[in-house]
Nanobody, 124 residues
């Protein structure tokens, strides 16, 4: 499964950005999808996740400012970010859990995939 992320950029504090991620490749379906971020000198952290059924979770500092959504038919996930803060500056990665069935009747195989990362920079 390949994930292609887009939409990062430079924005002033208080501004908005929308990240998008599209999945391609061979899989039966995508289960959980999400966005993670990694700031310089810090560990990668989860920002938001969404299940196939649409249930969402958010990291505390982005609650009320970020909105994750997905199009299950198109295998895409987006992250709408508003009221951005300098501390949101990081490389953002999309993530997906995929399910693949190698042949009819076989047990499903689950895998995880990461996008290439897109830089989000928020200036003060």
């Amino acid at each position: 499964v390949q994930l292609q992320a887009s939409g990062g950029g430079l924005v002033q504090a208080g501004g908005s950005l929308r990240l998008a991620c599209a999945a391609s490749g061979r899989f039966e379906r995508l289960n959980d999808m999400g966005w993670y971020r990694q700031a310089p000198g810090k560990q990668r952290e989860v920002v938001a996740t969404i299940t196939r059924g649409g249930a969402t979770t958010y990291e505390g500092s982005v609650w009320g400012r970020f909105l994750i959504s997905r199009d299950t038919a198109k295998n895409t996930v987006t992250l709408q970010m508003v009221n951005l803060r300098p501390e949101d500056t990081a490389v953002y990665y999309c993530h997906a859990v995929s399910m693949t069935v190698e042949r009819p009747g076989a047990q499903p195989v689950f895998g995880t995939s990461w996008g290439q990362g897109t830089q989000v920079t928020v200036s003060s």
